[in-house]
């Protein structure tokens, strides 16, 4: 057994510890941590270009699956041990045998060796039960404390910001006349009355303020409907008043359902990750293939051919 294997098979497996770690930190309430998430997806991605490396030239599947059983073991610190974790955790490890059995199966039916199509046969899997593994444990943090979990959470203002502010623009002849992103409600109300002919500049403050006030009332009457708001001052941005709204009048529909919470955004997590793992799978590849092509510089990896025999059905 190659020592160079061995070696693959510790980075495979030190890296997956800390991914874990920074995992928890960035999907648990109140973390918010974008930090956590890049030290995360780093980590992920140096487990995964040795496992890259383990199923194109280890030996013996034992490597990487004895990487797999001891990087993924934080899954039990984290999450607790319940049935769900330690099916998750076999899984992680049949998917390492699966996908090193795919890749040996197709190295032995091809001429060349060509990495690209090697990995596509086991990358794949192990993209998959990762995804899986990541949603389950998502699932499992939700689930501990649903009381916790808010609408703001599934929908932060900045995501409501991006959407509102590229969406309303192209809206804005029939809904929003005149929007900017920056407008505050005074402004915005003031910039509507100057489009009618009427500026609020030109009469007294103290008819500015109440016809001011009463544009407040109009404007976000309909949109509040039965939600107690706070009286506005017009200071406010435009789109952080319809955020504040629009949280308000789903978090009615989100207290009565949120059992359901934990398992929809569980599943939704999964299918996100099903979804980046087709890029950053080929970003995996051609990052594996450029460690080989250096190892082959430096004299880590030979080229070598060999004489095989190539097995065929005939009629009898």
Known sequence: MSIKSVAFSVIAALAAIPFWFFFYDAIRFGAGNALASTYAILFLTVHLVASNILLLFAERSRLLILAYMLGMAPLFYFFGNPLAIIAVWALLCAGAIISYSRVRLELKSRITFHIPILLRQGLPTLLTALSLACAVGYYVETARAPERLTIQDIFPRSVFTGIFQNTVPLLSDKFFPGFEPDDTIDSYIEKQFRTSGVDLQRVSQEERLRVLKEARTQL?????????????????????????????????????????????????????????????????????????????????????????VKERLDWA
């Open 220 to 308: 976000f009457s309909k949109a509040a409907g039965n939600i107690t708001f706070p009286e506005l001052t017009g200071q406010e941005r435009l789109v952080d008043v319809f955020y504040d709204i629009g949280m308000a009048r789903s978090e009615q529909f989100f207290d009565s359902n949120k059992r359901f919470a934990p398992l929809t955004l569980a599943i939704g997590f999964f299918l996100f990750l099903r979804t980046v793992a087709l890029p950053y799978g080929w970003v995996l590849i051609f990052l594996t293939a450029g460690i080989v092509a250096g190892m082959k510089k430096g004299g880590m990896v030979v080229h070598g051919e060999e004489h095989a």
